[in-house]
């Protein structure tokens, strides 16, 4: 039954007063704290979620540095952020399946729900889609507001630190379970913060074996700390014949992470005839590739990942997780209050930390 | 975006007034007609529907005959029917996605939207499902009220007596695209009002051989009519051996739409190794199987088929209805207004009439 | 058992004499007739095959014309042609499964069977694979030797004009039954010979809408005489926005059968987010390839497509023609005897015909 | 290239001479020792294996009880057994793929290669399927003859003692990867030989949660240690409601081992919704079952398990193994000489052993 009766529900209006924000306040590089936000108020079918501890991505460094993509798209005035655990503080008049004070986190694309991929469990690349801290207010504040249907409810046994990074690792997890890794041989190119992640859930998740490429010898060093089986400098390419020696003349699945040309160019030539090859990392611009090489004369399945299944990346995610098989602590590298975002920011912009989190 | 602005949107409230309903009004046979049922209010994320025609279902003559399943499950007092077309008349305060006007069906299942399967593409299994006019008020009305999530809007080159039946026509739909028929020889086990639609649904997806078997010959010919390339009085066995015999030692699918033992065991006899079964038709009590025989040593794959996927199945169901290729008129065999329901439904349980339709 | 008594079998031996057959006979432009080329003999494990009707294919073409892939790889000297249908003459002293006067075409595709992608239903993707007529002698000759692995039994109710063309046919079924269309909307991008037959192969498999698109109008007319809702010429993209209109933004599947970079683009863009490309035709050189817009952000799938699946495909194929839904009596335009080679290519090469045929 | 040069191959005869072998040599209980049983002769087609290690499997306890199912099966006389690891010893005169010396082990069920299954990737359930040791003399001896296509290659880093039990692991690494384990929630019901196999391939394989049922507590306990989060004692159903509080009511994947009827009920009464379930383990007779329940209200899938997929089972099975994550030692119990034959087959058949092998 979805019918409701509006007594047991939180009012449906702001709570005035004023909350602590990081905006992007200039069309230049940077982010500006701000202390006296309005607090929003909240929509009939949305909740307020009091944010506790958030994460910082790759966008948000795009964001901050404002490069070509950033300037085209996020709107100078609003709050960053898309990573982040809370509590749920209020709730719009409609919402039947939350109550406050539930510990929540949230899928930071919306849409509709009105659209073909939307009403078939594929919300995650549905036309209409808009991102927090992207297109509209995110979650770099004291409060968020977001659709009852965005909200993610945080198992009891998972910490705050991993409930604000659902994001990020929703990349690696649907980007492992989509190319599907179980008693496979699996190369991953590219071992950034996702790349790094995607090498333990592969593992997690089943890989037989694990191979990473990069360019950056200390990651590759994280890498097999986390599990991989070997990992390779991708600037010598000695290691793809190594490779299909070791398998069958080929591996399994390419995970690719990089989004670089070479990396592509790379992981097909690892990859064997009839292997699948998951596509995360976007490349800066067009690539001139061989088709017939990489993919028809292989009879290859390429797939296209963006985002996070809404919602069965999360349930895979959270089973991860509980099943402790998941090594986090590794790439989570540091934390700071809010109010250091600009150390924050060089940490994580200057590769001296992987993923850092920021606490409100 | 979700939010919305409450000045464009109808009111939330009740319409007053009365109308006509077929109300299940005692604990025995049939139901009675009243023409003073109160219109129903429009919760926040409800909307209600003018109601222009309706199908009868198999259900309904349950509840009608008052079964035993019937009196354990249904709330005397209840209007009933679950399939139907119409236009919406007023929508809630909080619904995003409809305006009074639109012409529109609806999923019969109904479900809180907060469970695993709901989340994840599968809402048609979820385990607090109740449906339309077997747990609460159902389409024999002049108005529905339904959840916005459960609308569905029909397509406008598609006719209102195919609409009103989306139901049904959505259980053929999702046996044959579940079990997948393209390019294969498929059975189909009892040509009832779903079996019957279920080969010209095949047909249109693709299979290559269809084969049929019933107890009741003037329904194999129509099946025959409809693009079965054999079909076979179950009561002699001795077609198994022949359509073992003219495919590669049995059938690639079957699909099992009785329900009867009799027909399981000769279906999967019928099925090569290998195969798929998908079984819609519900067997009145426990079946003593032959697992081994069946379905272990055969290493088939067996799917239980229940309601209709939201949305792929309303999705697949408008492109079959939209090529053109679905004969859906040889099923719908007569019409009546829903005054004269009690014609309606004797017409359908003798037998004389396939799907039956009523018009408001 | 696979244990056999030699005496039941044909010797293995060569069968002296000479025969016809057509020969790349220098390193430049045509072929050569020859009355005297020795019957070939046969090993353990082969089948001397009587040829009886060829078809020419695109490869044949490159052959003839000398091109630089065929200057590359074609030992001078080689009979060729791949596609063909006849009866079996004589069979080695280890073979099990077939005797003389077998009526059989075969795969053309030729492997070890060692490897892992023969081992596990994927001999189509070989890495060890040899082709009849492009690296060893082919079938446009009175007899070919194939390994018993590559024979296929003709059913008796398929006519030798479509058993000479299983091998491309087999192409256009791998490919829409790799894609699945049925209860799908569809695009194919380049109506060749291959082109065609998917066409009449999506519309026999269940496709729901069939669009076309090419340069060549008179294809894209037969393309529409054979079961394409719609078919447009390349050279002017608004059919996109008009496709993207009347299906849920973008065809749910694209097969791209040209190679062309202009059709690949267009294709993507005309594929809905989360659709499926099955990629047949080969880019002349690499292609400039926008990943992000085209396969990322979109979640599409990609399938290269290369031969025809062992045996999966000739099943199909089989059913599909036992339907009596495939059309190919227009795409099949001239017969020719072999003799008249000239002739037959001359005509496959002018466009004057599609699928050319020899007699022997 | 399968063309051969006969010079290169060993002789297609008779070594002469005896060996010894476990012979069922009346109908009744126990096996016979023989060590005057002709060394057999070899095909053209097929190899001869010099058997080094053996494992004894529940169908050989079968046939030494002499049960039912094997005095209708089994001809007196034959020498039993199908576990095994070897080295070939001859090859026949038409063998292209392996030479004498090779280290190999060999799928137990042979079929002509000719069926819809065996062309299809499917050869596991052909229709003319016949079994080493079961329909024709097995590897309980020194030497066996297998056809070529039968053999698989031994990996150099894998030891003996698991190459010979290849055939009931890879039932366990077929059932667990036919269902898919990575990232889900798994019960296994049955936790003999096979099942806690199970239990450890399903944890390499990226199951998040392992549940294990018997009436065997020593066998819960030993699943324990092999990974699983927890066992229950079936005797006691209370473990249901626990496994389903514990999950989103129920588990993902049931893999159906002890074929017992009260396992069956209570493994789909733990299953969710939607869930898959893969049957291996074959009941003694036929089972009332509740489909509805069970199987269509639920949206189950349920999958028959029969031997292991030729070959795609086997090359996981050999990427489990070199990933080091299989731990079968603990399973592996015993070891004798084959004169030892009446000690390994009573510790197995007391439950003293589990997984009894025998050395030549």
Same mark, same amino acid.
């Given at each position: ?178 190319? *599907?890794?179980? %008693?496979? $041989? #699996? ?6 913060? +996702?790349?790094?992640?995607?090498? !333990? &859930? ?78 995360? *990392?976007?490349? %800066?611009? $067009? #690539? ?6 990489? +993919?028809?004369?292989?009879?290859? !399945? &390429? ?58």
């Amino acid at each position: 039954m979805t019918q409701i009766s509006t007594d047991t529900l939180a009012q449906d209006e702001s709570a005035g007063g004023t909350m602590r924000g990081l905006i992007k306040h200039h069309a230049g590089t940077g982010l500006a704290f701000s202390d006296d936000r309005p607090i929003p108020s909240v929509g009939p079918r949305e909740v307020r979620i009091k944010v506790k501890k958030v994460g910082i991505c790759g966008t948000d460094r795009h964001i901050w540095e404002w490069d070509e993509w950033s300037a085209g798209r996020v709107p100078v005035g609003i709050i960053t952020g898309h990573e982040f655990v809370g509590h749920i503080d209020a709730v719009g008049s409609a919402v039947t399946q939350y109550t406050p004070g539930q510990r929540v986190s949230a899928e930071g694309h919306i849409t509709s729900g009105a659209d073909y991929n939307s009403r078939t469990g594929n919300a995650h690349i549905a036309a209409d889609t808009t991102i927090f801290g992207i297109d509209r207010d995110g979650c770099f504040a004291d409060y968020i507001v977001v659709p009852e249907s965005n909200v993610w409810p945080v198992h009891p046994d998972i910490e705050d630190k991993y409930a604000a990074i659902f994001d990020p690792l929703g990349n690696a997890v649907h980007t492992v379970m989509a190319a *599907g890794v179980s %008693a496979k $041989t #699996v190369l991953i190119s590219g071992v950034g913060i +996702i790349g790094l992640m995607a090498v !333990t &859930v592969a593992k997690a998740a089943g890989a037989s074996r694990i191979y990473c490429t990069d360019i950056n010898p200390p990651r590759l060093e994280l890498a097999k700390e986390l599990g991989a089986t070997d990992a390779f400098d991708a600037r010598d390419s000695a290691w793809i014949e190594q490779v299909r020696r070791d398998t069958y003349e080929g591996v399994d699945v390419l995970l690719e992470m990089s989004g670089a040309p070479m990396a592509m160019d790379q992981g097909f030539r690892a990859l064997r005839n009839g292997g699948t090859a998951a596509l995360l *990392g976007l490349p %800066a611009r $067009t #690539v001139d590739f061989d088709f017939n090489k990489h +993919i028809i004369f292989k009879g290859c !399945t &390429v797939l296209g990942i963006n985002g996070r299944k809404m919602w069965d990346t999360w349930y895979q995610m959270e089973k991860l997780l509980l099943s402790g098989r998941l090594e986090l602590d590794k790439v989570i590298t540091h934390e700071y209050p809010i109010e250091e975002f600009d150390k924050a920011f060089e940490t994580m912009i200057s590769g001296a930390g992987i993923k850092v989190l920021m606490n409100l």
